[in-house]
């Protein structure tokens, strides 16, 4: 059933206080098919956004096309070896629930992207990445279909995945609607601890004892959306040349990095930002983190615009300062 004049005030951590033109959920595939042939939905072919919680977006106003929202939640274990499990997922299921899921049964995989708001529809188009793992490493197939309710499988390999990059987000962007991932979890492998201080937080050896240590890492840095309004990290880290950041650490000797490959690195926009001295700064209703300069947060208020504004000053100074550009990881709608 298509909702008219929908307000997506509980589907945006950001809090915006907006309207979509029109509003539909759907439970499975069929549900999603009959839509798609549907009369309804030919108004807004070219106009149309799939959303998971809205924990990737940012409203600068009322969206003037249709959101169309899964609540396709079964998880099944569809093919298991000695070494491994393969569990299909809908794109419905909050991500975090499956991580839960995958821990209680002791599978290996997920547990370093514990609590990353969100739904595992998303988590296929994000590549949705924290303390040293991407889903891509764990996705073996993505499950969609086209505007005309066909069904396409794309393998891990076709979804061309980046940081924080697929397939979805360029040539099949407005193409496809995900409908199922299915992820491989191994039944027991060693531990992922090789970022920044999770080995020192761990106080087992389990994927338990991983799952606890990056919560509590994620609840000391990362601010509740419940509380304030916020889409996790606002821009993504930069890839810059070597040379680029040979020169850089001369002039700042402390700025961090990981490595990318022989050529490149890639560095924590958090640290360029607080370097900038906007961490903890405000503007307007718009405000950065104090304990995560990455993420921007909505003080009460605060309307997309302002955001933005926030952003592009930020973005301004790091240039200026540094020669880098960043963007925004946010999806600004
Ligand atoms: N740093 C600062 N000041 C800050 C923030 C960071 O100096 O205010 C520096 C520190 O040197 C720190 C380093 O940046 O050691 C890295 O910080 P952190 O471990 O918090 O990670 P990040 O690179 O800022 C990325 C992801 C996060 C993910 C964390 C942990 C991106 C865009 N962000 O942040 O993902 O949780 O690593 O793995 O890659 C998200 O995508 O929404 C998100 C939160």
């Known amino acids: 059933m298509l909702k008219r004049d929908y307000s997506l005030l509980g589907h945006n951590t950001f809090g915006m206080d907006v309207k979509a033109a029109a509003y539909v959920e759907y439970a499975s ?3 999603l098919r009959s839509l798609l042939c549907s009369a309804d939905f030919v108004p807004y072919r070219e106009n149309f956004l799939v959303i998971g919680a809205g924990s990737n977006l940012l409203f600068k106003g009322d969206y003037d096309g249709l959101i169309l929202h899964s609540t396709i ?16 997922v809908g794109s419905g299921v909050c991500w975090d629930d499956f991580v839960a ?37 764990l996705i073996e197939r993505v499950e969609a279909l086209d505007l005309d ?24 962007r407005g193409k496809y609607v995900i409908t199922y991932v299915t ?17 020192e937080r761990m106080k087992g050896n389990s994927v338990r004892d991983v799952r606890e240590a990056v919560c509590a890492m994620r609840a000391s840095k990362l601010p509740d959306p419940a509380l304030l309004g916020n889409a996790g990290s606002f821009f993504k880290n930069p890839v810059i ?8 650490r001369d002039v700042y000797p402390s700025i961090p990095c990981y490595s990318v490959d022989d050529e490149q690195v ?29 993420v921007l947060v909505n003080r009460g208020g605060a309307t997309g615009d302002e955001v ?14 540094f020669g880098i550009e960043i963007s925004p990881e946010v999806n600004i709608i």
């Open 241 to 248: 040349p070597r040379w680029q950041y040979d020169h850089l």
């Open 149 to 172: 309710g066909q069904e396409r499988i794309f393998t891990n390999e076709e979804c061309r995945y980046g940081y924080r990059d697929s397939i979805f987000k360029h040539e099949m």
């Open 266 to 294: 890639k560095v924590p926009a958090g640290w360029l930002i607080e370097q900038c001295g906007w961490k903890g700064r405000t503007l307007g209703r718009a405000a950065v983190h104090e304990h995560q300069a990455l």
């Open 29 to 31: 595939v069929e549900e």
């Open 183 to 199: 992820y491989r979890l191994k039944k027991q492998g060693e531990l992922n601890l090789s970022y920044g201080n999770l080995r």
């Open 73 to 88: 939640c079964e998880k099944a274990i569809v093919e298991e070896t000695d070494e491994a499990v393969w569990v299909r």
């Open 308 to 321: 933005v504004a926030l952003a592009a000053n930020i973005v301004g100074d790091v240039q200026r300062k």
């Open 101 to 137: 899921w995958s821990v209680e049964r002791d599978l290996h995989g997920a547990e370093n992207l514990s609590a990353i708001p969100g739904e595992v529809g998303a988590s296929a188009v994000q590549n949705i990445g924290a303390y040293g793992a991407e889903v891509c490493q």
